[in-house]
């Protein structure tokens, strides 16, 4: 049977989940949980990974973690090996401590970010023994769970310097006290929810999104000239990140003679506006949040709305469509 895909670029998103071999416990005492973090924060720092959220569950473990360099691969490799001695040498035993592989699902971040860091964050209270208990009970259990990252979402004083919190938080107004309560509301709103199975979700191919995040992602790791099938390529990647946010807005204005300051200012909605917004999306490997606040401070959904709009636009006008087409040949050609 073929391995499962391993999707790697610049800006991917990932939930990434491993299990004790033979079911085995991977933490035995509070100690194992701060050798498993540390090395989980020094994994991040050395391979310039983000990470979103995590839970340690006794047996397993999540991970919800974006690569701006495109390089799960070597990062979870050094991070697994590195836990796995020190936990081998602290208890004087060897061989393997994971069940196989680490499973990792592809996220199409701009649908499913809020979707995958709660399933992550609820997951201490899903579990069997804690199934019939009540819904004030659970979120007791919740807030007070020391091994995930949750506690940093809804508590200041228990943040760490290795979770990214904005990226999460900025789905719900940013890293305030607003935008914190509002996210604990969405958590806690999951306990009474039948939620999407997001594991159940990527099973086929390893992918968790909406059916055009999948076409282009097939799109791009399609091997038409040896005619292999998707699932059969072990590993593949796709060009780096071509510009920085602000590069591209400055040659984008550029190209299109127009002031930097006008058209990123709030309440200017153009079309050259929703064309910077879908470049800064395909050019710059940032979401839509990102590039919210880099046009205007518009909130997300607006950038979404946006995004949308012009393709709508473009299936039925073709001038519009050459402008893009014509723009996004001119910032392919130039080198930085």
């Known amino acids: 049977m073929a391995r499962q895909l391993r999707i790697q670029y610049p800006g991917a998103y990932y939930h990434v989940t491993s ?42 473990f999540h991970l919800f973690l974006t690569t701006p360099d495109g390089n799960l691969s070597e990062f979870m490799r050094h991070f697994n090996i590195s836990y796995t001695s020190v936990f081998n040498r602290r208890y004087k035993r060897s061989g393997h401590l994971y069940q196989g592989r680490y499973k990792s699902f592809l996220i199409d971040a701009d649908n499913y970010l809020k979707a995958v860091s709660r399933y992550i964050h609820l997951n201490p209270v899903r579990i069997k023994t804690h199934s019939g208990k009540p819904m004030e009970e659970k979120i007791k259990l919740l807030d007070q769970y020391r091994h995930s990252s949750f506690t940093g979402y809804i508590r200041l004083k228990a943040r760490v310097d290795f979770i990214n919190y904005r990226k999460v938080l900025d789905c719900f107004g940013g890293d305030t006290p607003n935008g914190r309560r509002r996210y604990r509301q969405f958590v806690y709103k999951g306990l009474t ?11 086929k191919n390893g992918i968790v999104g909406y059916p055009d995040f999948k076409e ?29 946010p ?49 046009i205007g401070g518009l ?23 050459q402008r893009v087409d014509d723009i996004t040949n001119k910032l392919s050609s130039l080198k930085i």
């Open 299 to 321: 909130d997300y959904s607006a950038v979404s709305y946006a995004r949308k709009r012009l393709r709508l636009q473009m299936e039925t006008d073709l001038s519009l469509k």
């Open 193 to 203: 929810e039948d939620l999407e199975g997001l594991s159940e979700m990527g099973k």
């Open 246 to 294: 602000e590069d591209l807005i400055r040659n984008f204005c550029q190209i299109i003679k127009a002031d930097e300051h006008e058209i990123c200012r709030r309440g200017r909605n153009t079309s050259d506006r929703a064309i910077l917004m879908e470049l800064l999306y395909r050019f710059c490997g940032i979401r839509q949040p990102e590039i919210g606040r880099l």
């Open 19 to 60: 299990r004790g071999n033979e079911q085995q416990d991977i933490y035995r005492d509070p100690v194992d949980y701060d050798m498993f973090l540390n090395k989980l924060a020094e994994s991040l720092d050395i391979y310039n990974v983000s990470l979103l959220a995590y839970v340690c569950m006794t047996n397993h």
């Open 216 to 244: 282009n992602i097939r799109q791009a790791y399609l091997d038409k000239e040896t005619g292999k099938s998707y699932r059969e390529q072990p590993q593949l990647k796709i060009f780096r990140v071509i510009f920085t």
